[in-house]
């Protein structure tokens, strides 16, 4: 086993994180049946998300949530991890957040800039940005199908921001240190690549209210939300307290329009999510082999015989990765391409 790979006792060891599901005042039974739904929901989104973006193979291995203060939480981490923190639209603007090792925050980056995730780039907010897009992706994935547990209600993420963690972060920022939060481990293994965790968080109220409205989707009931500006978070409406919403509601599958034009407003494809990041745009005039003697004797002056014929087409390349062939032109005193070729299918490798 290669060095830079954890052992199956140390992936165990990230992944149990010192305990279950806490208290049982905390969580009942029956909540804790239909977040485990919530856990594997994220843990498929992030499996489908970061295994387009990697082109390897990708595991992911779903830990044991657990309840605990958001300071017994930041207690867990020995270095600052990256944060991502977002709301449901559709639900109220819950706040969630999605913890991520900071190691593991930049590898994701390199693969959403093309890279391979092997050599872990430093820390920057371009490297950031991408992180926070990559993520914004896995929690679309997610949104889109926690719809289907919640008898389809729409939801999309809101207000959404990422940051690396300062000294006394706390994942949910907006919430008091000592409050409580239900978080849910995930192991993410990419050949080659050395593990890392994503920790999904939510505060203990509304996961349990979640897992309210989930079992009222099984039962055929309209999941409720509070709508009283005294309340918008929607407190108070689990338990024995909780008001069902009369009868039962008609749910039948989407009917999703073909993918293609259109300038309707449906959700935003992946490209769309990375549309913003800036990429790498090299034009390639040729290559040519040297020993190393023949590079030291190279003086001003010297000429080096590169591979391609006078008149052939240039290379472009979008992050080290070809996708058209081109000509040389001058711009008023500036060099530049006209494109000539498009490689099939290049442009959209070079994007993810």
Known sequence: MPDDLLSPDEINALLSGGGDFGDVDDISESDAEQLAKVADTFANAENSVINMLAGKNVTTNAGSPEVMTQQEFSAKFSELPFLFSTTFGGLDDRPLALVVDQKGALTLADLMMGGGGGDVPEPSDLYWNAA???????VGSAFTSLSGLLAGKRLMPENTTSALGEDDWRALSLEPADKKIWCSPVNVVIDGLKPFNIWTCLTLDNALDIAGYMRDAIEGKQPQTQASNNNPMGGGIMGGGRQNAGPAVDVRPA??????????GGAPSPIDLIADIPVRVTVELGKARKSASEILA????????LDKMAGEPVDILVNGKLIAHGEVV????????????????????AAS
């Open 330 to 349: 001058v711009i008023d005193e500036n060099f530049g391409v006209r494109i000539t070729d498009i490689i099939p299918g290049g442009a959209s490798k």
């Open 298 to 305: 190279l003086t001003a002056g010297a000429v080096v015989e």
């Open 132 to 138: 926070q897009e990559g993520l914004s992706q896995v």
């Open 255 to 264: 009917a999703f329009q073909p993918l293609g034009g259109g300038g309707g």
